[in-house]
């Protein structure tokens, strides 16, 4: 069964999508000196006018994440939190900054079960318990102080303007809108603010956000601290008392963005650095790519069964593994170097039956300590001194908890939904967790979320990433395998049907129409248990010509999304 929180993700996900195939878009956007790629137009121009402006890849970075905050509510955010992954081209230091939401200090291992040990429904999905410790301002304005070179305040300007001035809502968004009615409504705030109480907004409509203008410019005048402890903390704290939320006045001001060593790994000569722990997507990456490097996928050739087949079979393996060991790395021990070690790979990749599937029930997680040796929206920013940024960031759900914090227009995330509410009972997302993501105060529930920056020898080459819960992981590693095995274009390579295997449910999942009956009949023969879905991913991509140094940006046609470069 779908939950509704998966339904409605999906469902803004597909809106006004295009049927995924090859072709579905036109050639990427190519351009000399910088590129952005986000999930909407204006907030793809605020990053472009920055690095026209003589800002960095981080402050047009940072000015995006500002402005889709304004321009696409879903899942743009102030409230929520995310990752961003830092390459500076001159030294190839890379690094990955954690703005993951936290655990509040009230939280505990069962917040979300009933008397009798039962997870109640909803409970860690929708409203002010579902709500974890915002990491967005923290995050931004990190990322900006240690690696922008902007002030905040020229970096917000566009944010602020955006939500002051109002946009015209493109039919995308004010679909997207309408369709969360059945969360928006429950909170009053919300309802009055992103439903107009009913009298919907239609595509063209004047969205206006005087509140959250009020907040960013609070921000921009006196740093993320406002919102941690100044007039808007207390505003958050205050609605949380008086609506049985856990977040105090306290969680907020201990909250700190972290900055984080990336994973690192190869793949037929090419570099990836992804993000590590609390989320999933860079171990999980590696892996996949290390169990696929293998077998001669170029030969079996792109969208064959025999390589969907394998490709299947690495993702079941990987989230197998996920489901086991990953959590917050600051509160239980990942195995991190034994998952994305090559022997590793290879012990998992000799399970693998090149001509049937195996049962996820049967498979388990492997023994990587054996090796051990010591509605979410992603944007990819080049500049043109060949920084890059990845930076994906959530509410979790498609506007998160529903809840907005009166008086500040700022959306609050479920992200405690990303946590395990019981071991072996799946989340929002189908995904079942051990202990290891279970709840405790302070403590970052594990992503899946995926920012990946790849290098061939020692050159930016593609810069990468995509909402979408689990099947993020999955997106990201498709890309890269159309261009690096199959060698399509980079706009061919994020317009290409995907699939996604999660381990369990033991389902193949298919984009529909993506794929020939042919291929679809000889998968089944395999034994795979095959799911149809509308669209899976929104994959923001800009790779780097290696011989032109031209940037190549790839917008997803799933979606609303939009590359422009310079
Ligand atoms: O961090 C995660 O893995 C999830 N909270 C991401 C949710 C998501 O991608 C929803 N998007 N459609």
Known sequence: MISPLRGLCILALAVAAPPPGFGASKSPVRARQGMVVSAEVRATQAGVEILKNGGNAVDAAVAVGF????????????????????RLNKSGETVAIDYREMAPGGATRTLYQDREGNVVRDASTVGYRAIAVPGTPAGLTLALAKYGTMKLREIIAPAIALARDGIELSRFESESLKGARKLLERFPESGRIFLRDGD???EGGKFVQPELAGCLELIARNGAREFYEGSIAQQIAAAMKAN??????????NYRAVVRKPVEGTYRGCHIYSMPPPSSGGIALVEMLNILEGYPLTRYGQGASRTLHLMAEAMKRAFADRAEYLGDADFVRV???GLTSKKYAAERRATIDPFLASNASDL??????????GQTTHFSVVDREGNAVANT??????????????GTGILMNNEMDDFSAKPGIPNAYGLIHSDANA???????????TPTIVTRDGKLFMVLGSPGGPTIINTVLQTLLNVIDFKMTVQQAVDAPRIHHQWTPDRLVLETRGFAQDVIDALRARGHRIEERDSIGDCHTILVDPDSGIRLGAADPRNDGRAIGY
């Open 244 to 253: 049985g939320g856990l977040i105090t006045i306290e969680d907020l001001k």
């Open 200 to 202: 919907y907004y239609a």
């Open 335 to 337: 195995p991190a170097a």
């Open 67 to 86: 402005a889709l905050a304004v321009t696409h509510p879903s899942a743009g955010n102030l409230g929520g939190g995310g990752f961003m992954l830092i």
């Open 364 to 373: 388990g997680h492997g023994r990587p300590d054996l090796y051990e040796s």
């Open 393 to 406: 960031y959530t509410l979790n759900g498609v506007y998160g908890s529903g809840v907005t914090i009166p």
């Open 439 to 449: 709840i405790a105060p302070g403590k970052r529930p594990l992503s899946a979320m």
